[in-house]
């Protein structure tokens, strides 16, 4: 399976990982769900894993990837808010 993946589908992977390990950073205490870190972590990983759905389309993934952007988007607003 590894030696089939192609450059975008790596970044993918790592968009995959940022999301996760985002959530584990909050699970943990670590970082603060309502904060920018968080938040953007979340942003970056959908953007990464929409620029590989853009070459491996999924509709289903696509759906769940743009959703959680808006979610992010809608956080980072709403700290950027917080903090004026």
Do not use: K, T
Request: aromatic content about 12%; charged content about 10%.
């Amino acid at each position: 399976m590894w030696n089939d993946l192609a450059f975008v589908d790596f970044v993918g992977v790592i968009g995959s990982l940022l999301i996760c390990a985002a959530y584990l950073l909050v699970s943990l205490g670590r970082v603060n769900a309502e904060g920018f870190r968080f938040q953007i972590a979340n942003a970056a990983g959908s953007v990464l894993l929409l620029v590989s759905l853009y070459f491996r389309p999924n509709p289903g993934a696509i759906v769940i990837e743009s959703l959680w952007l808006g979610i992010a988007l809608l956080g980072i607003c709403r700290a950027f808010l917080r903090h004026r």
